[in-house]
């Protein structure tokens, strides 16, 4: 009978009324992978953190290796052999890879011996994982996949027998995560214990052992990996059947809407994001491009709404130029039937410190309807307001609610919602799913498909590929600020992978 | 997962709160009156009487609160639009530059009440010309505007001294300072108003300035949150990206918000100026721009706060004088040392008690804190 890791008993946290986790009862089993899903809010990443020691349960018990344990800082769980790889790394960026791993366990003031044995400790490591990184390299050259290897060594560098990944796919390429997933099963074979936080169930698939599935706070089913399904895993999530895959007809085609001829943008470092690209985009089509985030998909879609300024080339809105260079106003294009969903909602897209139906006008602020002279009309905007939040379903129904109390998926849905209801002849949506639980995923790309079948233009830029792949009619892929391939929806994930990974495209310059 | 905070309902969260700041500040400051070897109730009994026992004390507490009123609005605005301005002092001094050409060129001619409107709009032109400068630095050039407004307070300095020292100076006059304006440019008094309240009144400086800065106050809650104007300046304040993404020029907001703001100092200068010494002396802003930040900062950027911290601010400063006055131990210096400890405590420490405020609303009645998030937790 195998032993288990780690065990929670009946864990309760509250954050004042909020039950983020109720009666949570979970066993990890050594030397599995275990994976955890959930919709956001779920409650995964606050039991993870219990676990980890940034909070402290209410109630319940947590085993360690059958041995009950008190887990009240982060060195607490490290001493335990725990070990956490965050969304986010916790790296020091300016630091080397061994700087970084010995960063916070140094044993001597000069450092001299701690990194003599750090060095010696890590080139073990790596042999022994296929952990393989530069040990002398500086973070910020290395790739986000290496930065996240350095996570992990940091975390085995400090004992680690559990490892906690959270979301850790979420910044990588396709190929990336499949050799992380490589990292994972090569750290089970050597008796690790690996628990994965994740939303993607594709991936819970392809590495897991046993998935357990959170919903609202509870944990509603523990199931094992291969007796499973995904249709069944997203069942659970949400407490209900999902379309996994949105329906739509075939789309009519109509004139050229927007067209991209030749455009190129440079950062503010002067570092060419955008090369030279070239596109239409048609009413009554979703045009959708794939890419590994940072391949210059934020840059053109901020280039053609006029937030950042470009170097050259044409964009053209309904057969009229767009000023490009120097003068672009975003205010400008709205009133031209532009309508632009950001990439980032929480800094660009809504003001989170606003109230609902402060946000439901930002943008469209100048128009009319919303004002009495130089003055708010605020009966009418909250007439706005509400009708928008019953239309697509904004819970809670409270235009007066401060907008970051929203959950991820209400407040992409107030955005959508602001920038659909103004009737625009053009979308442009950057990642419309981005931190949206499944319920809301489906809502929204109803609309988006509704959008193009009244005949509107829309282009969506994500870095999911099942979304891409789901809702474009075509398919751009990006890479390196090029595009590199057009492809048909019905394009499979590996080639579009291998797109997006500058495959094809290092090939053809060779 | 975003983590949900415990909240607290409104009369806790801008009434309690405030409260428990004040009584540690003022605790705090008892303790530093003991040191000195004065009783600090009987301390305490002599501020409070001296600002608002007699109608005097209350004429002298409303006059400095009006002071206050202008720079604590005028750093709000521009905080507003996430401007940290810090040249309130400069701009208002300018602004008394403004009211002293408009008062000595027509106080021989006009009646008060052609030239207060004429002064208001000077006093705020002016100290608009010297926001604006700083303002058009940080949008075009990237200075920044806490470098190039405590800057612009030096300039200030040294003009109003060039001028006061030289041209503006009465010829054969000692003193650095205009002549006294006539009878044309000296504002109503409000004692009248304090009067009714059947307290008596010997001379105090309280003028229809007062009222003007309850009127601006009114006037900024309009501009700030029921305006085309307002919405740009705080969508700019809580996140610049979002303003570029709305289409709101970054450039004309800094730009309008720091005249706004810099009107507002401005015009601080007509209550000393034409309602109390009737000259433009040196330094007569003597500090109230820096008081200004404090009292924005305590009334959390809103005008009705800022009204009650500026009352607080001249009870502080009216009490104080009077407590110097009354135990010899406690110098002007003592005063200012209470002043600062309220400033840390109601300020800079705002929050240091509010978790445990928090938690001890969350033991007693759940009910009142974090529903809200709770009910977002919907789709």
């Known amino acids: 009978m195998a032993q288990a890791a780690i065990e929670l008993i009946?864990?309760?946290?509250?954050?004042?009324?909020?039950?983020a986790n109720r009666d949570i009862n979970l066993e990890v089993t050594r030397g599995t992978i275990h994976g955890i899903v959930g919709e956001n809010g779920a409650g995964k990443s606050t039991l993870m953190s219990i676990l980890y020691g940034f909070y402290q349960a209410d109630s319940g018990e947590i085993r360690v290796a059958g041995k009950p344990v008190s887990i009240n800082t982060p060195n607490d769980a490290i001493a335990l052999g725990i070990g956490m790889v965050h969304q986010h790394f916790m790296l020091v960026d300016n630091f080397t890879v061994l700087e970084n791993v010995i960063l916070g366990a140094e044993t001597d003031a000069l450092l001299k011996s701690s990194i003599a044995k750090a060095r010696s400790e890590l080139e073990r490591l790596e042999r022994e994982y296929g952990l393989e990184v530069d040990p002398d390299a500086?973070?910020?050259?290395?790739?986000?996949?290496?930065?996240?290897?350095v996570e992990i060594l940091k975390a085995l560098y400090r004992g680690a027998e559990i490892l906690i990944l959270d979301e850790p796919t979420g910044v990588l390429t396709p190929a990336e995560a499949d050799h992380l997933f490589r990292i994972l099963k090569q750290l089970k074979e050597q008796g690790k214990t690996v628990v994965l936080i994740t939303h993607k169930l594709r991936e819970i698939m392809a590495v897991t052992d046993t998935v357990s599935v959170m919903r609202q706070g509870t944990m509603v089913a523990t199931r094992v990996t291969r007796e499973t399904t995904v249709g069944e895993l997203a069942e659970l999530m949400v407490g209900r059947r999902v379309l996994l895959r949105v329906e739509k007809?075939?789309?009519?085609?109509?004139?050229?809407?927007?067209?991209?001829?030749?455009?190129?943008?440079?950062?503010?470092?002067?570092?060419?994001?955008?090369?030279?690209?070239?596109?239409?985009?048609?009413?009554?089509?979703?045009?959708?491009?794939?890419?590994?985030?940072?391949?210059?998909?934020?840059?053109?879609?901020?280039?053609?709404?006029?937030i950042r300024h470009a170097v050259s080339g044409e964009v053209m809105l309904e057969g009229k130029p767009i000023e490009l260079t120097g003068k672009a106003d975003p205010g400008e294009l709205r009133d031209?039937?532009?309508?632009?969903?950001?990439?980032?909602?929480?800094?660009?897209?809504?003001?989170?410190?606003?109230?609902?139906?402060?946000?439901s006008i930002l943008g469209y602020h100048d128009d009319e309807r919303y004002l009495k002279g130089p003055f708010l009309n605020v009966d009418a905007i909250m007439a706005d307001a509400k009708d928008k939040i019953e239309k697509y379903d904004i819970r809670p129904a409270n235009p007066r609610l401060k907008t970051a109390n929203f959950s991820g998926g209400n407040q992409q849905k107030i955005v959508l919602a602001r920038e659909m209801e103004q009737d625009p002849g053009v979308l442009i949506?950057?990642?419309?799913?981005?931190?949206?639980?499944?319920?809301?995923?489906?809502?929204?790309?109803?609309?988006?498909?509704?959008m193009r079948d009244q005949g509107k233009a829309v282009l969506v830029v994500s870095v999911e590929l099942d979304e891409i792949r789901s809702l474009s009619d075509r398919i751009l892929v990006m890479f390196a600020g090029r595009i590199v391939g057009e492809r048909g929806p019905e394009a499979t994930e590996g080639e579009l992978g291998l797109l997006m990974a500058g495959v094809e495209h290092q090939e053809a310059a060779e | 997962m975003s983590t949900p905070y415990a909240k607290l309902p409104a009369w806790a969260d801008y009434g309690l709160i405030p409260l428990i700041n004040l009584s540690v500040a003022f605790i705090v400051a008892g303790f530093v009156v003991m040191l000195v070897g004065e009783n600090p109730f009987r301390a305490a009994v002599i501020l409070v009487?001296?600002?608002?026992?007699?109608?005097?004390?209350?004429?002298?507490?409303?006059?400095?609160?009006?002071?206050?009123?202008?720079t604590g609005l005028s750093v709000a605005v521009a905080a507003h639009c996430s401007l940290f301005n810090i040249g309130t002092e400069g701009q208002a001094y300018i602004g008394g530059l403004g009211i002293a050409l408009v008062c000595l060129s027509f106080d021989s001619v006009l009646p008060w009440w052609l030239i207060f409107p004429m002064a208001i709009v000077a006093a705020a032109a002016f100290g608009a010309l010297w926001g604006f400068i700083p303002a058009y630095l940080q949008a075009k050039r990237g200075s920044h505007i806490v470098i190039t407004t405590i800057m612009f307070n030096f300039i200030a300095a040294s003009v109003m001294v060039y001028l006061l020292v030289g041209p503006l100076k009465p010829v054969g006059s000692q003193a650095p300072q205009t002549r006294n304006f006539l009878a044309g440019a000296e504002l109503p008094k409000l004692n009248w108003m304090i009067e009714l309240f059947g307290a008596k009144i010997r001379s105090a400086p309280l003028n229809i300035c007062f009222l003007l800065a309850l009127a601006m106050a009114f006037l900024v809650w309009l501009l700030i949150w029921r305006t085309k104007l307002g919405y740009e300046m705080r969508t700019y304040g809580h996140s610049p990206k979002a303003a570029r993404y709305a289409g709101i020029s970054e450039t004309r907001i800094i730009l309008t918000a720091m005249m706004i703001s810099g009107a507002l100092a401005g015009m601080m200068a007509l209550n000393p100026v034409m309602g109390d010494q009737h000259n433009v002396a040196i330094d007569f802003v003597s500090g109230a721009g820096y008081v200004g930040i404090a009292v924005a900062l305590m009334g959390r950027l809103h005008p009705v706060g800022i009204v009650l911290a500026a009352i607080l601010f001249g009870m502080l400063y009216q009490g104080g004088a009077e407590l110097a006055f009354e135990m010899p131990a406690i110098s002007r210096d003592m005063i200012v040392i209470i002043q600062g400890l309220v400033i840390l405590f109601a300020g800079a420490l705002e929050h240091m008690f509010r978790p445990y405020i928090q938690a001890l609303f969350a033991s007693v009645s759940p009910k009142s804190v974090g529903m809200q998030a709770v009910k977002g937790k919907g789709a």
């Open chain 1, 429 to 450: 949506v950057g990642q419309p799913t981005r931190g949206v639980d499944v319920g809301a995923i489906e809502f929204i790309h109803k609309r988006l498909i509704a």
């Open chain 2, 49 to 70: 009487e001296g600002a608002f026992g007699k109608g005097t004390g209350i004429a002298f507490t409303l006059f400095y609160a009006t002071t206050f009123i202008f």
């Open chain 1, 249 to 306: 007809g075939q789309s009519e085609t109509g004139a050229i809407k927007l067209s991209v001829k030749n455009l190129t943008v440079k950062d503010s470092r002067g570092v060419t994001m955008v090369d030279d690209v070239s596109f239409d985009v048609r009413g009554g089509e979703i045009v959708g491009i794939a890419g590994v985030a940072g391949n210059g998909q934020s840059e053109l879609l901020e280039a053609i709404s006029g």
């Open chain 1, 10 to 19: 009946g864990i309760n946290k509250s954050f004042g009324a909020v039950r």
């Open chain 1, 138 to 149: 500086i973070i910020e050259e290395l790739p986000v996949g290496l930065q996240q290897r």
């Open chain 1, 336 to 359: 031209r039937g532009l309508a632009h969903v950001p990439e980032d909602r929480h800094h660009v897209g809504l003001v989170l410190a606003f109230e609902e139906n402060e946000n």
